[in-house]
């Protein structure tokens, strides 16, 4: 693949991954997964952004400066504070400090996983 068609590819991961997160806190109701544990949300808030911050990793080129993935937390956290209160304005839907919390710890999940990747290349 040339080098277009993979820049293509790493983008379109990411906003995948973005409208993803954004189609899924537009639903009222995500009663698709029945639950099956306590606090299983928080459990797919972890999930989703731990995919997010995965798909920055890939497009981690995009940032630079100092501290290229101390801003693709932030951004992600900026994100994660954006979909809490786009939630707030969907019926049957709230804004959460735990599922922020959790957001946030999918993130920081990420981040781990991707640092550990690049000091083991």
């Not at 992600?76 to 804004?95: K, M, N, W």
Request: hydrophobic share 50%; with cysteine; proline share 6%.
């Amino acid at each position: 693949m040339n080098n277009l068609t993979v820049t293509i590819l790493r983008r379109g991961f990411l906003l995948l991954v973005a409208g993803g997160i954004f189609y899924l806190s537009s639903q009222p109701s995500l009663s698709i997964v029945p639950p099956l544990f306590p606090n299983q949300d928080k459990v797919f808030h972890m999930l989703e952004y731990l995919f997010l911050f995965v798909a920055m990793f890939t497009n981690r080129m995009v940032y630079r400066g100092p501290y290229p993935f101390g801003a693709m937390f932030a951004v992600g956290l900026l994100y994660a504070v954006t979909d809490e209160i786009h939630q707030s304005f969907v019926p049957g839907r709230d804004c959460s400090v735990l599922d922020l919390a959790a957001d946030a710890a999918g993130l920081a999940i990420g981040l781990v996983i991707c640092l550990s990747y690049l000091r083991k290349r």
